[in-house]
C-alpha cells in the first residue's frame, strides 16, 4: 500500500510539474522573436524556423507518450552533430510554381534554387488548388560530397465525392511485417511484402562487425561507415517503393474502402515485436527488426490511408480478433486470412 501511495504521490508531482514548466510548441515558436535580431540567424525564413520547431515538438511528444505508456526503450531526440551535413529544410512559404519549374528562395539571404519539374510531377501539381509546403533534402548529408537535391510539396486537391460504404465492397486486411491476410470481394489470399531487409541487413551486420577492429575517425572507419549508410539509404528506398506504394496500388484494386487491423509493434510481451518470442528474433532478418525499427507497417497503413481518401474511400482500424490456441498455430499464410476472416465477422456483426 506504502509503494503505491509514493507512486501516486510522484505521479501527482510530475503532473504539476508538466503544467507548471511544459514547453509547449507556441512557447517556442514566439521565444524566435527575441532571437531573430541575431544577424544570422534573422536570415533564414521565419516559418521555416517554425516548421523545423513543429517537427521537434512532434518527437519530443512522441517520445513522452511512449515513455508515459511504460516504454523504457523511448529515446529522446537526438541533437545533430554533423555541421557540415544538410539534413532537412521545411517550410511553408518562399516557393512557387511556373512554368514548369519550381522556384525556391532564401530570403533575406538573396538566393533562390530553380529546378525543372518532371512531367508526371508536373502533371499532378496541375489539379493542386493550393500549395501548403514543402520539404528540401539531400540524397547525400555530407556537403563535402557531390549529391542531389530532393524537393517534395504538399499540396491541397479538390475533395473526392465519397464513395458509399457497401458491407459487400468492403475489404479486410490483417497486418503483418511479412504478410497480409487479405478478404476483399474478389477474393481470400495472402499477400507477400517484400523484405528488402533480408539482402541488406546480413550484409550491414557483417559490415559492422568488421568495424569493431578499426580506429574511430580513421580512413577506413570513415569509408566502410559511408558503404553502411549507403547500404541503408537503399534500404529505405526500397522499402518504400516495393513494400509500401506498390503494395498499396495492389491493395486499391480490390475496393477504396478498408478494415485492418491495428497492432501493437513496440517490443513488450504480447506486441508484434516482442522479442521473447523466438521465432520473431534475429536481427539479420527476423520479422522483430523490420516492425519495430523501420516503421514500415506504420508507414504502410499511413499510406493506404492517404490514397484511399483520394479516390473517396476509408480506412477503419480495429483491434485484432482474440484467437484460440489452435488457431495461433496455424501456419502463418493460414493465420492471416484467418483472422481477416474473422475480423470481417467481428466488424459487420458491429454494424449489425
Known amino acids: ?38 544577424g544570422e540567424f534573422a536570415l533564414i525564413p521565419r516559418n521555416w524556423q517554425e516548421e523545423t520547431l513543429d517537427s521537434l515538438d512532434g518527437s519530443f511528444k512522441s517520445f513522452l507518450a511512449l515513455r508515459k505508456n511504460g516504454d523504457p526503450d523511448a529515446k529522446p531526440p537526438r541533437q545533430r552533430v554533423s555541421e557540415n551535413s544538410f539534413y532537412k529544410i521545411p517550410g511553408r512559404s518562399g516557393f512557387k510554381v511556373s512554368n514548369g519549374q519550381i522556384y525556391l528562395s532564401f530570403g533575406k539571404i538573396g538566393q533562390t534554387l530553380t529546378s525543372v519539374i518532371p512531367e508526371f510531377q508536373l502533371k499532378r501539381l496541375e489539379t493542386a488548388i493550393k500549395l501548403k509546403k514543402f520539404e528540401l533534402c539531400r540524397d547525400e548529408r555530407d556537403m563535402a560530397k557531390p549529391g542531389r537535391f530532393w524537393i517534395s510539396v504538399a499540396y491541397e486537391i479538390p475533395k473526392p465525392e465519397k464513395v458509399p460504404v457497401v458491407s459487400k465492397q468492403i475489404t479486410y486486411l490483417a497486418i503483418g511485417a511479412s504478410r ?35 580506429v574511430k575517425g580513421s580512413r577506413k572507419w570513415k569509408k566502410r561507415m559511408a558503404a553502411c549508410t549507403r547500404m541503408f539509404a537503399k534500404l529505405g528506398h526500397q522499402q518504400k517503393q516495393h513494400g509500401q506504394y506498390e503494395v498499396v496500388k495492389k491493395l486499391l484494386r480490390h475496393g477504396v474502402h478498408f478494415v485492418v487491423t491495428e497492432l501493437k509493434v513496440r517490443s513488450k510481451p504480447g506486441a508484434l515485436a516482442d522479442a521473447s518470442k523466438s521465432d520473431r528474433k534475429g536481427s539479420p532478418t527476423g520479422p522483430n527488426w523490420s516492425a519495430q525499427n523501420t516503421g514500415n507497417i506504420a508507414r504502410l497503413i499511413q499510406k493506404l490511408t492517404d490514397k484511399a481518401s483520394e479516390h473517396g474511400g476509408t480506412v477503419i482500424k480495429r483491434n485484432p480478433p482474440l484467437l484460440s490456441l489452435e488457431e495461433r498455430q496455424l501456419p502463418d499464410a493460414q493465420r492471416k486470412i484467418f483472422i481477416a476472416k474473422k475480423l470481417r465477422e467481428e466488424f459487420l456483426a458491429d454494424q449489425k
Request: glycine share 6%; proline share 4%.
Open 1 to 38: 500500500m506504502q509503494l503505491v501511495s509514493e507512486k501516486e504521490s510522484l505521479l501527482q508531482e510530475l503532473s504539476i510539474a508538466f503544467q507548471e514548466h511544459g514547453v509547449t510548441l507556441y512557447d517556442q515558436i514566439n521565444g524566435l522573436t527575441a532571437r531573430r535580431i541575431i
Open 180 to 214: 497480409l491476410g487479405v478478404v476483399s470481394p474478389k477474393g481470400e489470399f495472402c499477400l507477400n511484402l517484400p523484405r528488402s531487409d533480408y539482402h541488406w541487413k546480413p550484409q550491414i551486420n557483417a559490415l559492422q562487425e568488421r568495424l569493431e577492429g578499426v
